[in-house]
């Protein structure tokens, strides 16, 4: 007698000898789903079309835009409230040109996240994408765009947080291969929340044009940038490429493997870090910054941070002072090269602060007045003393139209801490200055006597060609000290030292 095997309806059994999906998904293996993904929701080439699929999008969904259609738009879309994807195929979102359009964000995001890949985004008013909501307390999820464009929008191609640092903060932006151009700002972070606000990841994409790359305009913002480009951004009064001034907040910049060609600002004409409490960071790694200026300070950077700068190049940036770095806290230099750059003061570095530089070259910088790569003053805290240390470093083919071809360090001891300089096992090399110190030039202002002169210590390096009015090789004045251990001063014009014995040991 043949005995029917029972039928078992619990989900994942067999019923009569039948392996149901749920058992045949668990014989796959566990990462093989047992029902397939919904298919993308395709929308036609229609703005009302695109409104109602808005409009009706459920959770996770995926909207497909037809293929390079213009969604033409007279009046804003519905927000996103939702986890939601929306594929462009080549398509373009566009605010109306018509007179009396409304200013709108295209895409405003007030719950859920967004990912947006292969769309072009045009002539927003209040942003492409717009990501936050007026309340603080509630954040919205995280902002993915890939391969897109975004072309003349105001207040920001990209501003996350919302339109203002009181909006709701996102989890992360981040932006892949996409290009920003022409718009007033490319990418702005805003949020307030330390554990959520102001994260921004950036990799492969361009800003050309922009009036302002990224600005971080958040309290705690995170940027990451790699293998980018920034080119023509910013105003001569405005910001450049990258700016962040958090106040007396903590933000965090990482720049790597990018390029900076031609962007200017008031101050930073690529990158503006600023803080009161001094707490920010800035890691610039292989970065290249060619002929950016600024009209105040730091051609290529102004930090009022704390810069570490690892095997960059910065040539032909122009400023007033500090062509390439203008330095109110700590710059911290590994490797890299300083190459014709050019200020009123300090060709490559204007220092008040901490400078230090290992395996850094700085090769023709030229300053029209002092410090022709580099020029050191008094700090700007009283607690602290400025500091420029050099090691395994070269100066050479420096100018100054005044003094300090290679590098000046003046000092007026007002506020009662002392300059230092140091040079180790380095070379100042073939300099030139109109006035006194061809290699090096060090001068104290202050009342005498005084205890905190300026003392500058040369080990295992060397001052050679250099040439000056005076003081060819170096120049000291008013008191400092100059300390040339197992070091060479030779074959400067018209002398090595200036005045005669200023300079312990050295002659001729």
């Known amino acids: 007698m043949r005995t029917t095997a029972p039928r078992l309806l619990a989900a994942g059994v067999m019923t009569a000898g039948v392996m149901t999906a749920g058992v045949m998904a668990a014989a796959l293996g566990s990462d093989q789903p047992a029902r397939a993904a919904a298919p993308a929701v395709g929308v036609p080439c229609r703005t009302t079309a695109l409104a109602a699929a808005l409009t009706s999008a459920t959770d996770g969904e995926t909207l497909q835009l037809a293929a390079t259609c213009r969604y033409v738009l007279t009046t804003a879309l519905p927000d996103i409230t939702v986890n939601l994807t929306i594929t462009g195929r080549g398509a373009t979102l566009e605010r109306s040109d018509a007179a009396g359009t409304p200013d709108f964000s295209l895409l405003t995001v007030t719950a859920g996240s967004l990912s947006v890949s292969h769309l072009t985004f045009r002539n927003g008013h209040g942003g492409g994408i717009n990501g936050g909501n007026e309340s603080p307390s509630v954040p919205i999820g995280d902002i993915t765009v890939t391969g897109s464009t975004f072309t003349g929008n105001t207040g920001g191609a990209i501003a996350d947080g919302g339109a203002d640092d009181e909006g709701g903060d996102i989890g992360t932006l981040t932006v892949t291969g996409s290009r920003f151009t022409g718009n007033d700002y490319g990418i702005i972070v805003n949020g307030q929340n330390p554990a959520l606000g102001g994260k921004a990841t950036v990799a ?58 031609r962007n200017r600002s008031g101050s930073g004409g690529a990158i503006y870090l600023f803080e009161i409490d001094g707490a920010a960071s800035l890691t610039v790694t292989g970065d290249t910054f060619t002929g950016n200026t600024a009209t105040g300070g730091g051609g290529a950077i102004y930090d009022m941070g704390t810069v570490l700068a690892t095997d ?32 009123g003061t300090g060709g490559a570095i204007y220092d008040n602060a901490t400078v230090e530089a290992n395996g850094t070259i700085f090769d023709r910088n030229r300053a029209s007045s002092d410090g022709g790569a580099i020029y050191q003053t008094d700090a700007q805290l009283f607690s602290t003393a400025a500091e420029l240390s050099l090691t395994h470093s070269q100066i050479r083919g420096n100018w100054a139209g005044q003094d300090g071809g290679g590098i000046a360090s003046t ?42 002169l300026p003392a500058m210590s040369l080990t295992g390096s060397q001052v050679l060609d250099n040439f000056a009015a005076a003081g060819g090789g170096i120049y000291n004045t008013g008191g400092g000290t100059v300390s040339p251990a197992h070091s060479a001063v030779a074959r400067n014009r018209p002398d090595n030292c200036a005045p005669a014995g200023a300079v312990p040991g050295c002659t001729g």
């Open 411 to 452: 000092f007026s001891g007002f506020l009662l801490n002392s300059d230092t300089v140091s040079l180790t096992d380095s070379q100042v090399l073939g300099n030139d200055a109109g006035g006194q110190g061809g290699g090096i030039y060090q001068e104290y202002s202050g009342p005498i006597p005084n205890q905190f």
């Open 312 to 343: 960059n190049t910065f040539i032909g940036n122009t400023a007033g002072i500090g062509g390439a770095i203008d330095n109110d806290l700590g710059v911290f230099l590994t490797g890299g090269t300083f190459r014709g750059n050019r200020a």
């Open 204 to 261: 492969s994409s361009t800003f050309t044009g922009n009036g302002g790359g990224i600005i971080c305009n958040s309290y705690w913002c995170t940027v990451s940038v790699t293998d980018s480009a920034f080119t023509g951004n910013g105003t001569a009064d405005g910001v450049g490429a990258i700016s962040a001034d958090g106040g007396n907040y903590s933000d965090s910049i990482s720049v790597t493997g990018s390029t900076f060609t």
